[in-house]
């Protein structure tokens, strides 16, 4: 408005409905004209792994180990820092050391050199990486070939974000999302504890 109002372009990766409508609210624009493009990228193939919690650290460990052909990358999503630490100290049981990238890292230097280590932008280069929710955002490393979640995220918006860091060239990539087992209700219970969190931190700045 300041400005004369000339015309805006507004974007985001991925939004349903409901989040779209919050936007453009906020952005005092109800009535804009919405342009959605289709999320299918069939080169990311989709595997949904039962798998019970004391488990999951050895069946990511075997696909950690999976040999890639031509090279690529490995994400793995986890939804704390404490299950991160504890899956870190398990594969270096294993001989697979495992850099942890989480918003509590000890500094902005720090949580941006392990950034660049894994982009290939600084040395030693890492192609294997633990992280959260507080990694990937605007990420685009082409070579990412395996994405693989500890549990479900909490929304499905979140999961096109988190496994659409995969295949960014185009190339075959594969999303494993483990799940369930005989701990299913262990993780639902802990996606409505971390949303209790969220919620209450936004009132709290409210």
Known sequence: QALGSPPILAFTATAGKEMQERILESLGIPDAEVFVRGVDRPNIALLRWSVPVDERPGVIAQLCRV????????????????????????????????????????????????????????????????????????????????????????SVEDYLQEFGRAGRDGKPSVAVLLHGGSNARRDIGLLRFMAEIGRASCRERV
């Not at 918003?103 to 990486?129: C, H, M, N, T, Y």
């Open 67 to 154: 040999r890639i052909p031509g090279g690529g990358k490995v994400m793995i999503f986890v939804p704390t820092r404490k299950i991160g630490e504890a899956l870190q100290k398990r594969l270096s049981v294993q001989g697979l050391e495992t850099p942890f990238y989480h918003s509590q890292l000890s500094g902005a230097w720090e949580r941006e050199q392990l950034f660049k280590r894994f982009s290939g932008e600084s040395r030693p280069e890492v192609d294997r990486i633990i992280c959260t929710s507080a990694f990937g955002m605007g990420l685009d490393i082409n070579n990412v070939r395996m994405v693989i979640h500890w549990q479900h995220p909490s």
